[in-house]
Each structure stands twice: as C-alpha cells, then as structure tokens.
C-alpha cells in the first residue's frame, strides 16, 4: 500500500520517467542473490581482528589460523586454502604436532574441492598419521573420513569404502555420535554411486537417526542431499526436487550464496525436467552468470543446463555454444558422466540443424563415454564387493578364533597331562632339531655376513662420494675463512656455501639411514618417501606433481639393494629435472612388471638432445651414474626423448 502511494505521488509530481527507472531499480534489487550473515560469520570476523592485532608467532596464532580457515573453507575456499598453509607452516616451525595435524588435514580438504587429488590423499594420510599419534581418535576418524571423500571423487569406491569403515569402527569405538554420523552420511553416497540404492537408504536412515541426537544443519543437509541424488538416479525428478529444496533450507543457516550455488544447480537440473523449458531459461542465465565466478566444475554444469534448456526451445546455435563449453570443461576435468551428457546434447543438436558429420562424431563419442562409464562401474563394484567380503570375512574369522580361544581354555589341562607323557619323545626330537637349527643358523650367519660386508662396502661408496665431497669442501672453505684473507662478502658466500654442504650431507645421512633401515622394506613405505622427497624439491621450482602407483603395490616387500637403488636412481631424476628440464609437470609411475619394479619418471621439459648420451641435460655423471646403479642390481635404466619432455624408466629385480 505504501509503494502505491508512493508511485501515485511520483506520477503526479515527477512524470514516468521516474517510473520507469524505479520499476528498473526494483528488479534489479530482486534479482540480487540473497545474502546470509549466520553467527559463524560473526565468529569469523571476530577472529580476523585477534589476528590482526597479535601478531606474535606462537601455538594460540596457529589454532586462530586453523579456526579462522576452516570456518571459510566452504564460501571463501581459496583464501581458507592461503590460511591453512599459513597455518601449517608456523606449527612446523613451532614443532606443534597437533597445529601440523589439524592443518594438514584443512589443507587435504581445499586440495579435494580444487580436484587435485594427488596432494589431497597426501596431506590427509598425513593428518591421520598425527592425530593416530597424538591419540585423537575423534579427528583420526574425520581423517579417514576427509580420506573416504578424496577416493570416492577419484571412483576409487573400494578404497572409500575401507577408509569409512575404517573411520566408522572407531567412532564406534569412541561413542563419538558425531563421527558416527559424518561416516554413515559418506557411505551413503559410496553405495549410491555402486547403485546400491537400498544399503544406500539404510546409511541415510542410520545417519538421520543419530542427527536427532547430534544438530547439525551441514549434516542434515548431506542426508537430503544423498536422498535426492538417490531419487535423481532412479529419474523420479519430483522427489528429487523436493530433497534438493530440504537441502537448500538448511545450508541458508550457513552458507553464503557461493555456498550454495551446487544445490542450486541440482534444483534447476530437476526444474527442467519438470517445467517447461522456456518458463527455466532465465533462472538459468542467472545460474550460469554466478558459476562464472565459482569453480570450472560448477561453469561446466551450468553450461549443460543451459544447452539442454535451450536445444529445448528450437535455440539451436546457442545450444551448441554452451554444449561445447561444457563438454570442453567435462573433458579436461575428467568428469565422464557430465562429459557423455554434453556430447548427447551435441549429437541432437547437430542432428536437427542438418549437420549430419557433426552429429555422428559426438553421438560416437557419447557412446564411447557410456562404454567407459559402464565398464569403469562394473570394476567399481567388482573391488567394492571384493572388499566387503573380506570385510566380512574377517569379522566371521574374528568369531572363530573366539571360539577357538574358549576351547583351548577348555584344553589346557589335557594338554598339560599329555606334555608329561610325551616329555621323554620331545627331548630327543628337540635334541635333533636344535642340531639342525645350529647347522642353518651358522650357514645363515655366513650368508648375513656376506650381505652385511656387500651393503658396508655400497653404504660406504654412496658416503664417499656425496658426504665425503660435502664435507671436503667444508673443510677447504673453512681453511679460507680461518686464513682470513677475503672480504665480508666473499666470506659470507664461504659460509653460505658450506651450510648448503653440510645441509646436502645431513640429507644424504638421512638417506643412507633410511635405505638400511628394516621397518622400511615395504613399497608403502617407499611410496611415502618417493611422495614426500617430491614434495620437497617440486613445488619450491615451481613444477606440478602426478603421482600414481599401481593399485596393491603397497603390500609388496622389497628388497633392500632394490628399494635404496630405487630411490637413489629417482632423486637424480627428479634433480635433473629441476636443474635442466625447465619443466612445468612431472608424471611419476610406478607399477608391477611380472618379476620387476617399474618406475618411470617423465617431464615435459625441453627433452635430450640427440639420443640422450650427448652434451645439455646430460652433462656430468648423473645419467651413467644411474645406469651403474641399475646394473649393480642387475636392473636397468633406459631413457626416452621423443617429442616434448623425456622419460626416464627404471626396471629393478623383486627378489
């Protein structure tokens, strides 16, 4: 009533143009997202100005850091991201494992939303080898279920599934309702993705049990959100939108519209199933136009949106536009279910508008994808059934060797009635043994001997020839300094130079330590040295890492002339890398070749000159030096140089 006054008075005294600019200015209010300002949100700012004020370099500023970026990790993720790095990095100066943990974890969590998953599952395991050892079994669990999330995204479905099982035993363990719930949530979507509808329902109904008991607007939102995908999945679109509106209700009281822009493409994804097309074509301009400034995931959805939208309504060109966007983006983020979807978009749009080459090309594409897709399910659930057998397995073999146990109890008493009967037969038979014993041992003492003299004599080459020219040449600057013949300035390059020396022969101990080491003679073992000496020496030059072993490797024992081979061969390559490849990415595989170890190391740097033995990347001794190592093992090493980057393979012996 007041805005009609309003307006009457503005005819009279002003004329319509005034009108026609406040209707203009109306809209342009409405259409405005809304925005949210929850209590969290004040706790944040109130964390900004302690921040800003103390600036002192202590555990209090690590856990204001730690707070700070995982209240923004939802609606701010790059600057959540920027703040848990910092965050870690002054709890490593500081020595304060349980600070490390909790940002290693945050960090594990900005690497899943950006889909670098690589880096993800390595700060996470980290996360969960410190809370294991601090004894934190509430964020041990939330570890393995960050851990569930990052194999899930990756349809590493049986992997998921362990680490939530995992995580889910010991909450259960703990009484730890919270956990509880977050597990049970996560296993939910894992069974949905295997198409296992009705163990689904069942985690999803377990997970609203316990949400009675422990509030929390994010978790119910989870619930809602895996009952409509459920729904989406068996084409009910209805009920699908329902859940998708439950789920929008509940991230209000949290997220800010970044926050919530994926639900909101879920709900438009169901609108337009259920609208007509022209009446949602609008609502998805506006989707589209905040995607832009969201993630390349969510552009990429809203261009599919719009494609099917407007190949709806006759928009033919337009629709191959935003179809072509989106399976560009699908493409290069490896999402094959949106990918397929956009090239079936392609394939009738292409058909309608006469272009009939066009057509067919992304029709086969679609169906290669469908292929895929469904081969790529059927080994998904294959592995994921593998593992609740085992699962299973073991709990039924746990009840056994209970049983077991009670009987044996029973047993005693006999046992020890027959063992004095027997006493004179096992004497003899102990006599024999323990000749036999003494004979083996001794042969296995010359044998242990002759590996131990082998590995002093290589331990004592690497020494030499790394520690030894360290510490000579600390020696010699050392001699400068102490003659006192050079200026400030060249002094302070001596020592700068010999800090380097020292800290190069401080790392070649450690090496050397570690290759001997016998509690280290698993490839998990290895695999997290190969990762974690990457991390090192990478990201600092400025070089992307990708990093995959093939898939049980982990359980394999290796021996220790193949593992210390191993590993001194890959840190030359990755320091020829470095130092000559000029390179932006570094692939790293490594795989099982019947009776050898396969690791190959590629660049796509400049590449070798000629055929890799000439001057340029391979000056100095490094490549021979590889070579020496290999054939030591009785392995080898071979270089490829073809078109842009090289490849460095090196196959060693298992046994």
């Known amino acids: 009533m007041v805005l009609a006054k309003w307006l009457c008075w503005v005819v009279r005294g002003s004329g319509w143009w005034i009108i026609l600019f406040t209707i203009g200015l109306a809209a342009g209010i409405q259409a405005q997202p ?98 294991a050892q601090l004894g934190d079994g509430f964020n041990h669990a939330r570890g393995l279920y960050n851990l569930a999330r990052i194999y899930n995204e990756q349809g590493r479905y049986g992997e998921s599934l362990t680490a939530n099982l995992d995580g889910l035993a010991i909450s259960q363990a703990n009484h730890d309702r919270r956990s509880q719930l977050f597990h049970n949530i996560q296993l939910g979507f894992t069974n949905t993705d295997l198409d296992e509808y009705a163990a689904a329902r069942q985690y999803f109904d377990q997970a609203q049990r316990l949400a009675r008991t422990v509030p929390d607007p994010l978790s119910q939102a989870g619930i809602y959100t895996g009952l409509a995908e459920i729904y989406q999945e068996q084409g009910n679109w209805r ?5 998708y509106a439950k789920v929008a209700h509940y991230q209000r009281k949290v997220y800010n519209a970044a926050g919530m822009l994926p639900n909101e493409l879920s709900l438009a994804e169901m609108n337009a199933h259920l609208a007509p097309p022209a009446s949602e074509l609008t609502a998805a301009y506006a989707l589209r136009r905040r995607a832009a400034a969201g993630t390349a995931g969510q552009l990429a959805r809203a261009d599919l949106l719009l494609a099917r939208l407007l190949l709806a309504t006759g928009r033919l060109d337009s629709a191959r536009y935003y179809g072509a966007r989106s399976l560009a983006a699908n493409q290069r983020l490896k999402v094959r279910r949106e990918a397929r979807d956009a090239a079936r978009v392609l394939a009738q749009t292409n058909a309608q508008a006469g272009r009939w080459a066009a057509a067919y090309r992304h029709q086969s594409l679609a169906t290669a994808l469908a292929d895929t897709l469904n081969g790529v399910a059927t080994q998904q659930r294959a592995a994921a059934q593998q593992i609740t057998f085992a699962r299973s397995q073991q709990q039924i073999q746990i009840c056994l060797l209970t049983q077991q146990t009670r009987l044996q109890a029973q047993q005693q008493e006999l046992d020890r009635l027959r063992y004095r009967q027997q006493i004179v037969g096992f004497t003899a038979l102990i006599g024999l043994l323990a000749l036999l014993g003494g004979t083996l041992l001794w042969r296995t003492r010359r044998r242990e001997a002759a ?56 790392r070649q101990m450690s090496d050397a330590v570690w290759s001997i080491d016998a509690r280290h003679d698993s490839a ?39 593992r210390q081979t191993l590993y001194y061969i890959y840190k030359e390559a990755l320091h020829n890398v470095v130092k000559h490849a000029q390179a932006r990415q570094v692939r790293v595989r490594l795989r099982r070749q019947g009776p050898e170890l396969e690791l190959e190391v590629g660049d796509d740097g400049r590449g070798l000159p000629g055929n890799g033995s000439s001057v340029g990347r391979n000056s100095g001794q490094g490549l021979a030096n590889m070579r020496m190592r290999a054939a030591a093992v009785g392995g080898s090493v071979t270089f490829a140089a073809a078109g842009v980057g090289t490849a460095v393979v090196v196959r060693l012996p298992l046994r």
């Not at 700012?45 to 002192?56: E, G, I, P, Q």
């Not at 965050?87 to 889909?115: I, K, P, T, V």
């Not at 998990?524 to 990708?546: C, F, I, Q, T």
């Open 34 to 131: 809304r925005q949210y300002k929850p209590t969290e949100l004040r706790r944040q700012d109130s964390l900004r100005r302690l921040l800003s004020s103390d600036l002192r370099p202590d555990t209090v500023r690590v856990n204001r850091l730690y707070q700070l970026a995982f209240g923004l990790r939802t609606n701010e993720g790059p600057r959540a991201a920027q703040l848990f790095r910092e965050s870690w990095r002054l709890a490593r100066q500081l020595g304060y494992l349980q600070g490390l943990a909790h940002a290693e974890f945050g960090l594990g969590y900005c690497y899943r939303a950006d889909n670098h998953y690589d880096s993800a599952q390595f700060y996470t395991q980290r996360s969960i080898k410190h809370f």
């Open 239 to 243: 009920l699908a939108r329902d859940y």
């Open 451 to 506: 590996r131990q003299q082998a590995l002093r004599t290589r331990i004592a080459a690497d020494l030499h020839d790394e520690v030894g020219s360290a510490l000579t040449q600390i020696s010699m600057q050392s001699t400068l300094l102490r003659e006192g013949i050079h200026g400030p300035a060249q002094q302070q390059a001596y020592l700068d130079q010999m800090q380097q020396a020292s800290q190069r022969a401080a």
């Open 524 to 562: 998990a073992s290895l695999l997290d040295r190969l990762r974690d000496h990457a991390h090192e020496v990478l990201p600092p030059a400025g070089v992307e890492l990708d990093f995959a072993a093939e898939a049980g490797l982990e359980t394999a024992v290796l021996p220790l002339a193949t």
